[in-house]
T-cell receptor
Framework: GAGVSQTPSNKVTEKGKYVELRCDPI?????LYWYRQSLGQGPEFLIY????????DSGLPNDRFFAVRPEGSVSTLKIQRTERGDSAVYLC????????????FGQGTRLTVV | ELKVEQNPLFLSMQEGKNYTIYCNYS?????LYWYRQDPGKSLESLFV?????AVKQEGRLMASLDTKARLSTLHITAAVHDLSATYFC?????????????FGKGTLLTVNP
């Protein structure tokens, strides 16, 4: 596709449930990022992939959050035992990787935990 | 820990007026981004500023970077309604790796007729 695609666009789940959020990066982009944007805040870094491996997962808030990118393209962000505080917009971005390359953001998945 | 502060957080202005949004950051960086976000939409990259003294202009928006003062500005000239959006600055804290951007809280700009 032409841009970064995220699905679903909206997800409502009950507290304690498990959710998966999907990101399709721009074709050929080796770097992929997940950010979380809470209401009224700027996006906050969660995790960065270069290829298949997580190069930096220091932004993941706790061990309920996990992300994979098994074939170096599509990535899935997984959240276990969701809590109401997990409600936010989860943004994915991709880039060609390497020094000084621009990241392009998807439209995000709005997660609401009730 | 890198901190990025934007001000003002809310800006209501009339069409035709000029104004400046400020972005201060706390540690050394020579790579700063400005993004625009419309409600329910993705982040749109406006400017990438790569060095001290960099100035970029696109239409009614002009961005500049002073790395010594750790300050970037986004100047709006003769505002029009279409510029209403939230504007974020973001700083790359890893010296060009482009993978760990720290964002400000955003400036919600409303341009009134």
């Amino acid at each position: 596709g032409a841009g970064v695609s995220q699905t679903p666009s909206n997800k409502v789940t009950e507290k304690g449930k498990y959710v998966e959020l999907r990101c399709d990066p721009i074709s050929g982009h080796t770097a992929l990022y997940w950010y979380r944007q809470s209401l009224g805040q700027g996006p906050e870094f969660l995790i960065y992939f270069q290829g298949t491996g997580a190069a930096d997962d220091s932004g993941l808030p706790n061990d309920r959050f996990f992300a994979v990118r098994p074939e170096g393209s599509v990535s899935t962000l997984k959240i276990q035992r969701t809590e109401r505080g997990d409600s936010a917009v989860y943004l994915c971005a991709s880039s060609l990787g390497g020094k000084n390359t621009e990241a392009f953001f998807g439209q995000g998945t709005r997660l609401t935990v009730v | 820990e890198l901190k990025v502060e934007q001000n003002p957080l809310f800006l209501s202005m009339q069409e035709g007026k000029n104004y400046t949004i400020y972005c201060n950051y706390s540690t050394t960086s020579d790579r700063l981004y400005w993004y625009r976000q419309d409600p329910g939409k993705s982040l749109e990259s406006l400017f990438v500023l790569l060095s001290n003294g960099a100035v970029k202009q696109e239409g009614r928006l002009m961005a500049s970077l002073d790395t010594k003062a750790r300050l970037s500005t986004l100047h709006i000239t003769a505002a029009v309604h279409d510029l209403s959006a939230t504007y974020f600055c973001a700083v790359d804290s890893r010296g060009g790796s482009n993978y760990k951007l720290t964002f400000g809280k955003g400036t919600l700009l409303t341009v009134n007729p």
